[in-house]
């Protein structure tokens, strides 16, 4: 059973770059046609997509954050990584890391939805 | 980005109920929506794909329905694990967007 476990920093200095890792353990990262992706959640509030990763290493990032985004694969760890850059404290939340799976019922129609998520690790930003 | 609105924010309701929940998405997206369901200081846990594919594992009493821009989340009888937050989510196109949550809570 494929297990995602997040890891980093829990405090940033604001216009520095956040830089979280997601494990993923229980099965290899290149297997299957998943994409992988993050998310964050600032305390009381709902869920943001920030983007997501292929294992060939094609990206897709949310626009709010492209500028400052960049997810990354590395399939010899078995990881993927997160930089959020020039944080403040607008980015202080909870980040998870989920894998992105698919069903197209033998159509060319593909239904993505996150079926394995981290426990997600809290990042703050402040001085 | 494509809009996604939920209602209610907020429910209250008692073990035993019919609850539904409503998502609402703008512009369409065909059957392309997520359900979640999040207890406080865990991570989310998907209930329902393709807006209405019961994901392994998930109770029965959960089930999905809607296609175009209106969806429902219906839970046929509450059981006391079910009051959480319930977020959808579509997944017609990038950038994912989540709706801002329903809070289920014990009446």
């Known amino acids: 059973q494929v297990q995602l476990q997040e890891s980093g920093p829990g405090l940033v200095k604001p216009s520095q770059t956040l830089s979280l890792t997601c494990t993923v353990s229980g099965g290899s990262i290149s297997s299957g046609s998943y994409y992988w992706s993050w998310i964050r959640q600032p305390a009381g509030k709902g869920l943001e997509w920030i983007g997501r990763?292929?294992?060939?290493?094609?990206?897709n990032y949310n626009p709010s954050l492209k500028s400052r985004v960049t997810i990354s694969v590395d399939t010899s760890k078995n990881q993927f990584s997160l930089k959020l850059s020039s944080v403040t404290a607008a980015d202080t939340a909870v980040y998870y890391c989920?894998?992105?799976?698919?069903?197209?019922?033998?159509?060319?129609?593909?239904?993505?939805?996150?079926?394995?998520w981290g426990n997600g690790t809290t990042v703050t930003v402040s001085s | 980005d494509i809009q996604m609105t939920q209602s209610p924010s907020s429910l209250s309701a008692s073990v035993g109920d019919r609850v539904t929940i409503t998502c609402r998405a703008s512009?369409?997206?065909?059957?392309?929506l997520n359900w979640y369901q999040q207890k406080p200081g865990k991570a989310p846990k998907l209930l329902i794909y393709?807006?209405?594919s019961l994901q392994s594992g998930v109770p029965s009493r959960f089930s999905g329905s809607g296609s175009g821009t209106d969806f429902t989340l219906t839970i046929s009888s509450l059981q006391p694990e079910d009051f959480a937050a319930y977020y959808c989510q579509q997944s017609y196109s990038t950038p994912y967007t989540f709706g801002q949550g329903t809070k289920l809570e014990i009446k």
């Open positions: 393709a807006a209405s």
């Open positions: 989920a894998r992105v799976d698919y069903s197209n019922y033998g159509t060319d129609f593909y239904y993505y939805y996150m079926d394995v």
């Open positions: 990763i292929y294992t060939s290493g094609s990206t």
């Open positions: 512009p369409s997206i065909s059957s392309y």
